[in-house]
């Protein structure tokens, strides 16, 4: 597979450096609250609320929330996608709201939304979005079906218009635009949400593949406990914008005294895992 | 290859992804876009077929016809360039590619210009075949026409367009909904101004002073001459076109870039629906 390897002077400081250093961590969007009526003033709503954590380079971390818990806000400012009310957030060392360019040659993602030009082919995607990271339509021509190939995209549909493939084939494709530019940090947002339970197991290999022929660091989030459990060194809990812990399994299920991550996490909030109907849960759900 | 050449040589090829994804936009789409050119043309026979009813000698009426067919077709080339412009950043917002190309290491300035880049090469395939087309059916003769000139002139306003269609295509960002067509309301305002099918003197004095930092009145006046008269590439003309490139490129990325820290303060990237 071609590979776009960091730059000269990049290659000691990602030895040196965690891969994902934050600290006190902030972002608070403001919203109309529409029980005020027409003429309500927006309200500051915080969707991440300080929250502090590392992740050693290799390593595999998995953050669990419920919808509205601020995973995707969390992912979306370590990819530059967002700027941050307050605290800091370091990427092998670079600041990731001011040394943004050094940051997107080493970071990609996954989100729950494959986000493609449905008009386009899976092969003209991935050409369009690897030439951004400087791959010629030579470089392409060979990679791009070897990456298909691997997240096992059968390679008489390349050249079908994405609108024409299931919801799996696209979080395939998705996987395979990510992979293709080889980033050292991989953010993986809800990577298997909607998929058949077949697709889910290809995309969990996948990510297993990943992780142990490629020296990417992983920060997957996700509300699906099993998914944590199977894949993660580490994991944590974001409840409402805050992390409440972020460790080993086995080392939550000793400080709850519990057998699951679900029973984990009732223990944490005095919540049940997947109870989201509150207004206030709602409410955050917007933009978190 | 130093690291200066390494990222001058990926930003290139990121360019030519731009182009790129817009031709294969573009194929997907060509059936609709020969509909739109049927719409185009029977705008701007609208138009040119007010020199006919003007009961003038021949001479005259082809003279009044070919000025109104070229205010007619810069019209239409400026609204390619800027619908393209804005429509993609729409575009890429709705389908939610906006964060992947947003995430990317390229720079805003090259991601731009190559929208702009392609809008123009495919504004001027359209601006041609809309002017021959309209010229054959309402008979213009345009025997001393110098379209070397007039092409020239336009690829040299084009410069201080892309400027303007950068500044338009913040639009969606700030507006997802109802941005993308206030781009209309620029070209409108530009091309008012600029004296499109009328000469800028008949304008109000204050409107005159605007029509001077339009680049669209360098553009009409030159193409004109070249066209009507057969007249060279003017100095005269080519001059402001430079100057107005020159601030119309740093001012709209310099635009677009603070529209871009609105939408990411406030998560607006994120698509919606």
Redesign the interface.
Same mark, same amino acid.
């Given at each position: 597979m071609s590979t776009l390897a960091p730059s000269t002077t990049e290659g000691p400081r990602l030895e040196r450096e965690p891969a994902v250093e934050v600290r006190d961590l902030r972002k608070t969007f403001r919203r109309r609250d529409h029980s005020g009526g027409r003429f309500a003033r927006k309200r500051p709503w915080p969707a991440l609320d300080g929250i502090t954590f590392t992740i050693a380079r290799g390593e595999c971390v998995a953050i669990l929330g419920q919808n509205g818990s601020g995973k995707s806000t969390l992912v979306r400012l370590l990819s530059t996608l967002l700027l941050e009310d307050g605290g800091e957030a370091r990427i092998f060392g670079h600041d990731a709201f001011r040394e943004t360019s050094a940051i997107r040659r080493l970071v990609n993602r996954v989100s729950v939304e494959a986000s493609f030009f449905k008009k386009m082919s899976a092969a003209e995607n991935l050409s369009y979005a690897a030439r951004f990271y400087g791959l010629t339509p030579r470089q392409t021509r060979a990679a791009v079906p070897e990456i298909l190939a691997r997240v096992g995209f059968p390679p008489e549909r390349r050249r079908e218009s994405m609108e024409h493939l299931s919801r799996g084939m696209q979080q395939k494709v998705a996987l395979a635009r990510a992979l293709l530019t080889s980033p050292v940090l991989l953010l993986l947002d809800e990577p298997t949400t909607g998929l058949d339970p077949r697709s889910k197991l290809e995309v969990q290999d996948f990510i297993r593949q990943v992780r142990a022929e490629h020296d990417a660091t992983i920060l997957l989030c996700t509300h699906d406990l099993a998914e944590a459990e199977t894949l993660a060194e580490r994991v944590g809990i974001l409840d409402r914008g805050r992390l409440l812990f972020l460790e080993p399994v086995a080392e939550v299920k000793r400080r709850f005294g519990v057998e699951t991550l679900e029973a984990a996490f009732f223990a944490a909030t005095g919540r049940e895992f997947g109870a989201e109907d509150a207004e206030d849960d709602e409410y955050r759900e917007v933009f978190a | 290859m130093s @690291?200066y050449a /390494?990222e001058l040589?990926?930003q290139l /090829?990121?360019l +030519? %992804?731009?182009v @790129?994804?817009n031709v294969?936009?573009t194929r =997907? $789409?060509i059936l609709w876009d020969l509909a739109f050119m049927v719409w185009t043309i029977a705008n701007t026979l609208t138009i040119v077929f007010i020199a006919r009813a003007a009961h003038l000698p021949p001479a005259r009426e082809n003279t009044l016809a070919t000025m109104l067919l070229v205010g007619a077709t810069i019209w239409a080339f400026l609204g390619i360039i800027f619908e393209f412009m804005t429509e993609t950043v729409a575009w890429e917002r709705w @389908? %939610?590619?906006i @964060? $992947?190309? +947003?995430?990317?290491?390229?720079?805003r300035l090259v991601h731009l210009v190559g929208q702009g880049a392609f809008a123009v090469l495919y504004g001027l395939i359209r601006a041609a075949i809309l002017f021959v087309v309209v010229a054959a059916f309402i008979g213009i003769h345009a025997p001393h026409a110098n379209y070397g000139a007039a092409l020239a002139l336009l690829a040299l306003a084009s410069l201080s367009f892309i400027g303007v269609g950068i500044m338009t295509s913040v639009l969606p960002l700030i507006s997802p909904e109802k941005g993308a067509q206030l781009g209309f309301v620029a070209q409108g305002v530009m091309l008012v101004v600029s004296g499109v099918y009328y000469p800028v003197s008949v304008m109000p004095e204050w409107m005159q002073w605007l029509a001077k930092i339009s680049p669209a009145t360098y553009a009409l006046r030159g193409d004109r001459a070249s066209i009507v008269h057969g007249s060279g590439l003017a100095w005269a003309d080519a001059w402001p076109l430079l100057i107005i490139a020159v601030v119309a490129t740093p001012l709209g990325l310099a635009i677009f870039r603070a529209g871009e =820290?609105h939408a #990411?303060?406030? %998560?607006k990237? #994120?698509?919606s629906g």
């Amino acid at each position: 597979m071609s590979t776009l390897a960091p730059s000269t002077t990049e290659g000691p400081r990602l030895e040196r450096e965690p891969a994902v250093e934050v600290r006190d961590l902030r972002k608070t969007f403001r919203r109309r609250d529409h029980s005020g009526g027409r003429f309500a003033r927006k309200r500051p709503w915080p969707a991440l609320d300080g929250i502090t954590f590392t992740i050693a380079r290799g390593e595999c971390v998995a953050i669990l929330g419920q919808n509205g818990s601020g995973k995707s806000t969390l992912v979306r400012l370590l990819s530059t996608l967002l700027l941050e009310d307050g605290g800091e957030a370091r990427i092998f060392g670079h600041d990731a709201f001011r040394e943004t360019s050094a940051i997107r040659r080493l970071v990609n993602r996954v989100s729950v939304e494959a986000s493609f030009f449905k008009k386009m082919s899976a092969a003209e995607n991935l050409s369009y979005a690897a030439r951004f990271y400087g791959l010629t339509p030579r470089q392409t021509r060979a990679a791009v079906p070897e990456i298909l190939a691997r997240v096992g995209f059968p390679p008489e549909r390349r050249r079908e218009s994405m609108e024409h493939l299931s919801r799996g084939m696209q979080q395939k494709v998705a996987l395979a635009r990510a992979l293709l530019t080889s980033p050292v940090l991989l953010l993986l947002d809800e990577p298997t949400t909607g998929l058949d339970p077949r697709s889910k197991l290809e995309v969990q290999d996948f990510i297993r593949q990943v992780r142990a022929e490629h020296d990417a660091t992983i920060l997957l989030c996700t509300h699906d406990l099993a998914e944590a459990e199977t894949l993660a060194e580490r994991v944590g809990i974001l409840d409402r914008g805050r992390l409440l812990f972020l460790e080993p399994v086995a080392e939550v299920k000793r400080r709850f005294g519990v057998e699951t991550l679900e029973a984990a996490f009732f223990a944490a909030t005095g919540r049940e895992f997947g109870a989201e109907d509150a207004e206030d849960d709602e409410y955050r759900e917007v933009f978190a | 290859m130093s @690291e200066y050449a /390494v990222e001058l040589r990926n930003q290139l /090829v990121g360019l +030519f %992804g731009i182009v @790129e994804r817009n031709v294969y936009l573009t194929r =997907r $789409y060509i059936l609709w876009d020969l509909a739109f050119m049927v719409w185009t043309i029977a705008n701007t026979l609208t138009i040119v077929f007010i020199a006919r009813a003007a009961h003038l000698p021949p001479a005259r009426e082809n003279t009044l016809a070919t000025m109104l067919l070229v205010g007619a077709t810069i019209w239409a080339f400026l609204g390619i360039i800027f619908e393209f412009m804005t429509e993609t950043v729409a575009w890429e917002r709705w @389908e %939610g590619t906006i @964060e $992947y190309t +947003f995430m990317a290491p390229l720079s805003r300035l090259v991601h731009l210009v190559g929208q702009g880049a392609f809008a123009v090469l495919y504004g001027l395939i359209r601006a041609a075949i809309l002017f021959v087309v309209v010229a054959a059916f309402i008979g213009i003769h345009a025997p001393h026409a110098n379209y070397g000139a007039a092409l020239a002139l336009l690829a040299l306003a084009s410069l201080s367009f892309i400027g303007v269609g950068i500044m338009t295509s913040v639009l969606p960002l700030i507006s997802p909904e109802k941005g993308a067509q206030l781009g209309f309301v620029a070209q409108g305002v530009m091309l008012v101004v600029s004296g499109v099918y009328y000469p800028v003197s008949v304008m109000p004095e204050w409107m005159q002073w605007l029509a001077k930092i339009s680049p669209a009145t360098y553009a009409l006046r030159g193409d004109r001459a070249s066209i009507v008269h057969g007249s060279g590439l003017a100095w005269a003309d080519a001059w402001p076109l430079l100057i107005i490139a020159v601030v119309a490129t740093p001012l709209g990325l310099a635009i677009f870039r603070a529209g871009e =820290r609105h939408a #990411k303060r406030h %998560g607006k990237l #994120k698509r919606s629906g």
